[in-house]
């Protein structure tokens, strides 16, 4: 046990800020005594949400910020003019050392900015990708890069794949973890130039254990534990993958209510179905971290409960207990 | 009612191939008189498999072709060298006036360059997309590139939705169909270096009912009737959206068969179950046109069943009936 990790919290940020940002933080210390959480954001606002919980006041505090920045705004100027926005306050943070690690449900492309400009990257690390955990019928497996770089190069793509392989390593306990790279066939011809480019790279790289194409029938499969992509195509897959969940789960519940048989049906086979989505649904990871940052940077969805906050928090520990950031330095040093 | 559609068929392409293939064409001529099938490959085998129905003789010939294409064949070395293969016996058909349309369950490479050097491409069309119809909540949606060109233009995305909406209003019968562009995000800015240059071509052009971006995750919703991307991410998008079904669906079943009260619900919701996964079912639809060459070349399914193989052919119809290649003629004439 070493010291307490300090997670700076955006509690303005999301559909549902600052309620479901304050109650995850609640729950996320009553989860674990590891965290310490710093809730950033109008103070009056934060401190009557705390108010109706019990807590351990050692470990929630409020640090105030008098401005929110907007999914809607223009992310560089956001980050760059609002100086006392919970986000920028929330960075400060980090970049200071009064925090290890920064948790937010705002805008993302205010997150991506704020960390790179105020956290800063690894020296090495031209892109740092967004790269959410996402559920498979095998376990959990990483998209790398999901939001980040839509117009990614070759030489991205491999330290994706580098950063991924350490972070599902350390953090998710997957020795060896196998990388792919999203293809649209399995032959090494196949794919578009990016791919072409890139899969000779990944190839010959010895520090990851690459396993070749993936087609994107086969991610919700499970046939690889990092999958690495532009976020173009990563923000397809990934909204692709809630969009039929959420498509075929509605439909089926709908249809088996039309009818008398389907009520009794569904009453028998709710236990089933419940478990069934419990697995597949991505917010027991908690958010998706921005990697290749100096510091911890979560991102979380926009509409994120306090279930989700809570995991996004307790993500916090493993990633600092392990030190991700150290050993990605390092990997990029051996090179 | 005019002249029969006469559909040549590669009797040897895809899984399943002779067998399915031949049952296919044998129910495509009971379901419509307005078809004639030129089955073409080993003459033997496919009289075989004929001889197991009962079939109107005059509406389904076999015509012989020696050779076959493997799906693993590098696609421009195998069609410039197998001439006698049922898939170029058979474009050969469609060339030369002999056969209205092309249906293949065999390599998808192969047909694509098949299309483009035996068939022709449509004076102004540089790049044919293959595009799927596909199920979604609201019905079936067009998917506009899907598999012929990973590395595509502005212009050629343009042309795909100029395709896409002249295909779903006069084949599918949706009149005033909405064209929506594959994107990260709705806002006009978003999106990778070929969305943003193409976005305002396609908000320019008059023909077309554009109605801006649509996020993958809102594709199996039905927010769009032709949905344009470029082949890569429509690859994507559509094998995601059958990966994610597919590991649900057994998930779901797996789960409700673990336990006594799962199996008797799983009773009752099966005909509800099957009611969704019918809807859902691709396969309903058919195979996929290639659209903008001088003829009809429809892509099945490599794992086509009958079923399948008789949408595909009677998909053919319509297309031939109303004139689909000359109304794509007309409007690149128009432009």
């Known amino acids: 046990m070493g010291n307490p990790i300090i997670v700076a919290l955006d509690a303005m940020g999301g559909d549902n800020a600052p309620s479901e940002i304050v109650k995850g933080a609640v729950e996320a210390v009553k989860e674990s005594d590891r965290v310490i959480v710093k ?11 705390l108010a109706k919980y019990e807590y351990d006041a050692e470990r929630i505090s409020v640090v105030n910020a008098t401005e929110v920045i907007e999914t809607a705004e223009p992310p560089v100027h956001a980050i760059r003019g609002k100086k006392d926005s919970s986000m920028v306050v929330a960075f400060n943070l980090v970049k200071n050392g009064e925090a290890d690690a920064f948790v937010s ?25 967004l790269a959410p955990v ?12 999901c939001g980040a770089n839509v117009d990614a190069r070759p030489d991205h793509l491999l330290k994706f794949a580098q950063m991924g392989s350490i972070y599902m390593e350390n953090v998710m306990g997957i020795k ?43 991610i919700p499969a499970g046939y690889a534990d990092v999958i690495v992509c532009d976020a173009f195509v990563g923000n397809c897959i990934l909204k ?4 039929v969940g959420m ?3 509605s439909e089926i519940k709908r249809e088996m209510m039309s009818s008398f048989r389907g009520k009794l049906g569904a009453l028998l086979v709710k236990p ?7 697995k597949y649904d991505a917010t027991e990871y908690g958010g998706a971290p921005l990697i290749g940052l100096k510091g911890l940077v979560i991102k979380s969805h926009g509409s994120s409960d306090a279930k989700e906050i809570r995991n996004s928090i307790l993500q916090c520990i493993s990633f600092v207990e392990n030190d991700i950031t150290g050993k990605i330095k390092q990997s990029i040093i051996n090179q």
């Open 105 to 129: 449900a705002g805008s993302t492309g205010a997150i991506l900015v704020g960390g790179q400009l105020i956290v800063g990257r690894i020296r090495g690390i031209d892109r740092p990708p």
């Open 240 to 243: 692709m993958f809630e969009g």
């Open 134 to 145: 996402f559920p498979t019928a095998k376990g959990p497996s990483l998209l790398v890069d």
């Open 272 to 278: 089933a179905l419940k478990k069934v989505l419990k």
């Open 176 to 218: 060896n973890p196998r990388v792919a790279i999203v293809n649209v066939g399995s032959e090494e011809e196949k794919g578009n130039a990016l791919v072409k480019e890139t899969f000779p790279l990944l190839k010959e790289c010895a520090d990851i254990n690459f396993i070749g194409s993936i087609e994107a029938k086969e």
């Open 39 to 49: 809730l950033v954001g109008a103070e009056e606002a934060v401190k009557a949400e």
């Open 247 to 249: 498509t075929l789960v």
